[in-house]
Every structure is written in structure tokens, then in C-alpha cells.
């Protein structure tokens, strides 16, 4: 590795802590708690872990995990496999209830672990690599990294004011 793929690796492990924190010791129901029909603890994490997971596997040319390694069908949400949550409504948010911390964090977990391995062969020729060439300016690996953190980040401290917003 180098400093730019030692920063992200740092960056995801953060998102992993929070992850973790904000879901342990949460039962289904407080996790699919939606305060003001906001977006739940579980949405949001699944989403943030889907969000991941997609536009790792695209930067990579893999498998999504979440279809590789079984965790569509153990989410056995009412989504086709490639959905990531964008987009979705308040009912779609809603049927993202009832999951376990476990099957949560597990997820992450894999996705986390998957995205380490990842970048671990990934070096500062790579981050100048272009892998989306619909915006202007074309994306290059390492933007596309950088936003993936951003991202993330934001909806995990959105589930982590919403676990606040629990104990109130």
C-alpha cells in the first residue's frame, strides 16, 4: 500500500467503527425505528453498506458481495439484487425494518473486509485511473473512493443522531 490507499483504508475502518457502535445492543424494532418517517438505523446502514459494496465491485470488476457471499437472500428484503437505495421512498425505507444487528454488521463486515483486500493492491498510478466517464470531469479511481467515504460517512452519522434520537 501507499499513503493514499493507507488514508482510505483508515477512512473505512472509521466508517466501520461507527457501524458498529451505532447498531450494537439495538433489538429489530430499534433499529427500524424511523423518527418523523426519517430513515432508519437499518436503511441507513444497509444503504451506506450497499453503496459500498456496489461501487467497489464496479471499480474492481467483481461480484457485489452482497450476491457473491448470500447476503441478498439472507436480507430477504423486497428489492431486485442490484438495488442500492437510491431513490427510495418512505415505504421502500419502511420494509428495511426488522433487521438484526448481526445480519447488519455482518454485512458490513464483509464488505469492509472485501474493500481492505481491495485496496491493499491498489497503488497511486490506480487512483489516477479513469472509471466513469459520464461526468465532466471523467471520475478517476480515486475520486470515486473519496466520494464512496464521504457518503458513507454522512449516513453513518445520520444513523448515529437517529440512535441518539433512541435514547431521548
Known sequence: ????TDLLVDAFGRIREVVEDVVTGLD???LGTRPDDANSIAWLVWHLTR???DHLAGVA???QVWT?????DRFGLP?????TGYGHTGKDVA???GLSAQLLTGYHGAVHDNTVQYL???DDKDMKRVVDRAWTPPVTLGVRLVSVVADDLQHAGQAAYVRGLLGR
Open 79 to 83: 428489492f431486485p439484487a442490484d438495488d
Open 61 to 63: 470488476g467483481t461480484e
Open 95 to 97: 420494509a428495511v425494518g
Open 28 to 30: 429489530p424494532d430499534e
Open 51 to 53: 453503496i459500498q459494496d
Open 68 to 72: 457473491a457471499d448470500g447476503w441478498y
Open 120 to 122: 491493499a493492491g491498489v
Open 1 to 4: 500500500m501507499n499513503a493514499s
